[in-house]
């Protein structure tokens, strides 16, 4: 499903250059759950634009399904982030003016889905996370549980195989935060591929296979399962 | 995008900024009424213009007599070129063309006596279709010369307004007699008030008019002042010249090219480069209103700015989600090009109410008569839709090329 070599990611900030990754070695298989963890600053996040297609490598190659994102366009890549990821963040990001139905519609939007089977898979998908009730609240008027069950049902919409959750449970009570890793589990049963960002040990040693990066680089689950 | 969204989005826009977002409104309205009256004055001008010219008479050529400057065979320069009666005929017969052909006697001082008072006019002898080609209607309760009293040369007279106030004030005038260098004359009919603004010899308001017939007979005039002509098409009034010249030049003798043996005033062609001029001051008015109009233009791009600066993360979620960059391009583009549409259409609204309102007020001055009303005609309407079209479009397309190349990456990054 995933396959990196030699992945490095440079950025320059003025004449600064900050290498974030130093050459990622990674392979992830249909249907695993994968836990990333690591300190401040160890290139995390940059991985999971990468993962995520919002970012291309500076070096090496990141292969998703057998294609080679070094070879898209980026209006292939919006695609790709269309079709075949879903985002989860920690801060949420739905869009404020917008209904829990409106925000969930939006990358059906994008696939270009006709309207009354769109409105037929909004509601099976906001039944999917339990937001029955909720369909026409907007952020504002949801709890922060309700709203990352949202984002989930919206990171869903075009049936991605590959899910990526960037600190889920991170602006969550530990309640809430429980609900939104079962629902996790949940989909890494329904056949996902869950990729997840923690800081949290505890949900880090809930996945399937954790990998632990440092100053740009994995130290251990070097593409081989580790629990 | 769901248009409802797209709604929500300018709502929200609109509430966060309410200020600044109701002065960019406001300022494509003021924009958006700035070049509607002017081009609705330019319009009211231009149609007041063309109404004023048929004070004149719509469509004629007025043609005088001249004198020969080339030799022709055998016969010198120099000599006079005038119009009779017949030549008036035989024109008519040889030039189908045309629809009327009329000649026009004139004499300078006449007596006008009625009652005590005595004065000394223009006096015009005339053909009955002057009443359409120079526009001399008549009041209601007259008429205009017609055929009969061509033939039976009676003694009738039809007077402009000026000299109708000067002998009979308040009186209506239609059957008195009036007495021209002694000789009585009915009054058939007053001319109807007109502005005028071509002229020869001088207003229309200053003359009384008697048949032609008549006036040959009484004051033994030969030849006519000039002729007057109107043809039944105006799209080759040249071409018609020529054919006078030529048809002319058979008849006395002269070269059809000689320039100075008829002098023309071709009313159709001078209507013509008014109407040039017209454009001219409409195009100029309308570059002052667009002016204006692109100063909001400016406003509008200023908020889309502001509005896409704090809207850089909505932007990153969209991307993530899988919107391509022509997709946010198009939605900020839109969004503008609302803004705009919500100020234009508010413009409009208020342009209209403004002309209809101005229409509707019955004053009657000589500067209304002379400018006319400004006028919002279909094609203006047309015009300012375009215009702010391009603004809307200038206007959001650089703010919105650069919410485009908005870097996801940096925008989602988690403050």
């Keep these: ?227 | 995008m769901n248009p409802r969204i797209l709604y929500n989005i300018f709502v929200r826009d609109f509430r966060k900024q309410k200020k600044r977002m109701l002065l960019t409104v406001t300022a494509i309205a003021w924009g958006t009424i700035a070049i509607l009256l002017l081009l609705a004055f330019g319009e009211g001008l231009k149609q007041q213009m063309s109404k004023n010219r048929k004070g004149l008479g719509d469509g004629i050529v007025i043609v005088w007599g001249g004198r020969t400057t080339k030799l022709f065979e055998g016969l010198g320069q120099g000599r006079r070129i005038r119009f009779t009666e017949e030549d008036m005929k035989y024109l008519k017969r040889r030039m189908p063309e045309l629809k009327h052909v009329a000649g026009e006697y004139v004499s300078w001082g006449v007596n006008y006596k009625y009652g005590d008072k005595i004065f000394s006019e223009r006096l015009t002898g005339v053909y009955p279709c002057y009443e359409d080609i120079r526009s001399h209607y008549p009041e209601a309760g007259g008429r205009f010369i017609n055929n009969i009293d061509i033939d039976k040369k009676r003694r009738v007279i039809f007077l402009g307004g000026v000299i109708k106030e000067k002998l009979f004030g308040d009186e209506d005038p239609v059957g008195k007699q009036i007495k021209l260098n002694s000789v009585p004359f009915t009054v058939i009919g007053v001319m109807k008030d007109k502005i005028q603004m071509g002229m020869y010899n001088g207003p229309d308001e200053n003359v009384g008019s008697i048949p032609a017939t008549t006036f040959s007979a009484l004051y033994g005039n030969r030849f006519f002042n000039h002729i007057i002509y109107q043809p039944y098409e105006f799209d080759n009034m040249e071409g018609i010249e020529k054919r006078l010249f030529e048809v002319m030049g058979a008849r006395y003798k002269f070269d059809p090219t000689d320039e100075q043996a008829l002098s023309i005033w071709d009313v159709v062609a001078s209507a013509r480069e008014m109407n040039n001029i017209m454009l001219g001051i409409q195009i100029f008015l309308g570059l002052i209103g667009g002016m204006s109009l692109l100063i909001a233009g400016v406003g509008v791009a200023n908020i889309m700015y502001v509005s896409i600066k704090e809207r850089t993360r909505e932007i990153g979620v969209k991307m993530a989600l899988g919107a391509k960059k022509s997709y946010i391009l198009i939605q900020f583009l839109i969004e503008s090009i609302l803004i705009v549409g919500v100020g234009g259409a508010t413009g409009m609204s208020v342009s209209y109410i403004l002309t209809e309102g101005f229409k509707r007020i019955p004053i009657e001055s000589d500067a209304i008569n002379f400018m006319g009303r400004p006028t919002v005609s279909f094609e203006i309407g047309l015009i300012v839709i375009a215009i702010l079209g391009v603004v809307g479009f200038i206007a959001g397309i650089f703010p919105a090329m650069k919410a485009a190349s908005v870097n996801p990456v940096e925008s989602l990054r988690y403050e």
């Excluded at chain 1, 075949?84 to 917008?98: H, M």
């Excluded at chain 1, 889905?113 to 996370?129: E, F, I, N, S, Y």
């Excluded at chain 1, 549980?145 to 990171?155: D, F, K, L, P, V």
Aim: proline content about 4%.
């Design chain 1, 1 to 227: 499903m995933i396959e990196m070599s030699g992945v490095r990611k440079k950025y320059n900030t003025g004449n600064v250059t900050f290498e974030a990754l130093r050459g990622i070695d990674l392979k992830i298989g249909a249907n695993e759950f994968i836990g990333i963890m690591g300190p401040s600053g160890s290139g995390k996040s940059t991985l999971m634009n990468i993962l995520g297609c919002l970012d291309i490598p500076s070096d090496g190659n990141y292969l998703l399904e057998g294609i080679n994102v070094r070879d898209l366009s980026s209006n292939d890549l919006a695609e790709v982030r269309n079709k075949k990821v879903g985002f989860v963040f920690q801060a949420f990001n739905l869009l404020p003016y917008a209904t829990a139905f409106e925000n969930v519609e939006v990358p059906l939007l994008f696939a270009g889905m006709k309207g009354k089977q769109r409105k037929k898979r909004v509601l099976d998908l906001l039944a999917q996370v339990g937001l029955t009730d909720k369909v026409n609240n907007r952020p504002t008027e949801m709890s922060g549980g309700e709203m990352q069950r949202t984002a989930i049902a919206r990171a869903l919409a075009n049936k991605p195989n590959l899910i990526l959750a960037d600190e889920p449970t991170g602006n969550l009570d530990s309640k809430s935060g429980g609900d939104i890793i079962s629902l996790f589990d949940q989909l890494w049963k329904d056949g996902h591929t869950i990729i997840l960002i923690t800081h949290d040990q505890n949900i880090g040693n809930h996945c399937q296979r954790l990998i632990k990066l440092k100053d740009g680089k994995i130290y251990n689950g070097n593409g081989v399962p580790a629990v």
